[in-house]
């Protein structure tokens, strides 16, 4: 029995570097960091914290994505900014794949949205609620504020759909969690369209302090948009992001029906644990080898050479980018070193849950435009890091295979592959 063909129709990113697919598609190619001192780095809240640069998405207000101001009220009051940020991610992809959810059956569309932390601002601020004015003045949203499924339940509730609606909770891994499993769960004749990514929202002091003082972030003395830059000898921790990317996946009949503009096929995906400790990578990078080994089986990718492209965890931290590096060379052998091998993390910084359908999103505006988005802040080479990181400048390529990966603190590793679609 051949599978169900998966095919991405729509894609909607809400970023430090752009919101919009074309804003964050200028950025991505250009090379433009989003990462700067946060907004409110010299409030007395921060004042403790070590670390107070960024990816904050930028002039970020519902009223400019939404028009009903009961919607807009109800956004302000009922969300937490992670959902806010996925609740307007979903627009976006569901307007730019122009389906139009009056005309199918609504419960053939399923959402599913990861997230590593969830509503952790919210939690905090309601927490200091609590101890300062006592619970009758902790708000009855506070719960669903915090959930961690808010999203994706949200969304459906917006836009009507009543298949099924869950959330992955993996760490870094999260988002591309729930495209993995939107694309088995189109395989297996349960949707005919996924809306699926994923969001978080960590900037705040508590998320920094406690990454800050397990040597995750970055504390080098350079401009804040130097700070993150993967696979470089100078890197030393990520940069903390925020936002979401949701993405549309649609089972490629009933898109080509609809006439749908396609952007890629989803063609595999792979998903592992390292089950040897709880945020560094295995030494040996077996846990991510054996994820990219298994997105190339369930992909039917039998020459490994069609791979030609990879976007990459590459947090800018040393153990993730060599250890990354070594399980690419793993796989693939002395086809790595000609492969295209680029993190837009140097760029946006670390979204987190939303870190893989990022990498999605730019690696299908990739095949679509026929040019890789650069590494930047690529400055001295690392001999443990010896792969073609498209060091600072975007270059043509034509793709033809794509990996995505995404490697999460608790052991998770999980790579999806996209293949260039060729309309028959």
Not at 177 to 183: E, T
Not at 376 to 403: F, H, M, S, W
Not at 415 to 424: D, E, G, H, N, T
Request: one cysteine or more.
């Amino acid at each position: 029995m051949s599978k169900r063909r998966v095919v991405i129709t729509g894609v909607g990113p809400v970023t430090c570097i752009g919101i919009g697919k074309s804003n964050y598609w200028e950025s991505l190619k250009n090379g433009k960091s989003g990462i700067a001192q946060l907004v409110n780095a010299d409030s007395e809240e921060w004042q403790a914290i070590d670390v107070r640069i960024g990816g904050e998405v930028k002039n970020f207000t519902s009223e400019k994505y939404f028009s009903d101001p009961v919607l807009i009220r109800s956004m302000q009051k009922d969300m937490d900014k992670v959902t806010q940020f996925a609740v307007t991610a979903a627009k976006l992809a569901i307007e730019d794949s122009k389906i139009d959810f009056l005309k199918m059956n609504t419960e053939r569309v399923a959402t599913f949205v990861g997230t590593g932390i969830g509503g952790i601002t919210s939690t905090c601020n309601d927490q200091v609620t609590l101890i300062k004015h006592g619970q009758k003045r902790v708000g009855v949203r506070s719960i669903i504020k915090l959930m961690p499924n808010a999203s994706s339940g949200y969304i459906g509730i917006l836009w009507g759909l009543k298949g099924r609606a869950k959330n992955d909770s993996t760490a870094c891994a999260s988002g591309l969690d729930s495209m993995l499993d939107a694309l088995n769960w189109i395989r297996l004749n349960k949707a005919d369209v996924v809306i699926t990514g994923g969001a978080d929202s960590t900037i705040n002091p508590l998320s920094i302090a406690s990454f800050s003082n397990m040597g995750a972030l970055s504390k080098r003395k350079c401009l804040p948009e130097e700070a993150s830059c993967p696979f470089s000898k100078e890197r030393d921790g990520f940069v903390m992001s925020e936002g979401s990317v949701v993405i549309v996946f649609e089972e490629l009949e009933h898109a080509k029906k609809r006439g749908a503009k396609i952007y890629a096929e989803v063609i595999g995906g792979g998903g592992t644990c390292d089950a040897s400790h709880i945020t560094a990578p295995h030494e040996t990078g077996d846990g991510a080898s054996r994820a990219i080994t298994e997105a190339l089986k369930d992909g039917d990718i039998e020459n490994i050479e069609d791979v030609n492209y990879i976007h990459a965890h590459g947090t800018s931290t040393p153990l993730n980018d060599a250890r990354e590096t070594l399980a690419i060379k793993k796989v693939f052998g002395a086809h790595a070193k000609k492969i295209a091998v680029t993190s837009t993390k140097s760029m946006t910084g670390h979204l987190i849950g939303a870190s893989g359908p990022s990498g999605v999103a730019a690696c299908i505006l990739s095949m679509e435009n026929e040019i890789v988005t650069p590494t930047i802040n690529y400055q001295t080479p690392d001999p443990n890091c010896d792969l073609d990181y498209v060091p600072n400048q975007a270059r043509e390529l034509k793709i033809n295979v794509g990996l995505i990966s995404s490697l999460g603190f608790g052991g998770h590793n999980t790579v999806l592959a996209l293949k260039r679609f060729i309309s028959s």
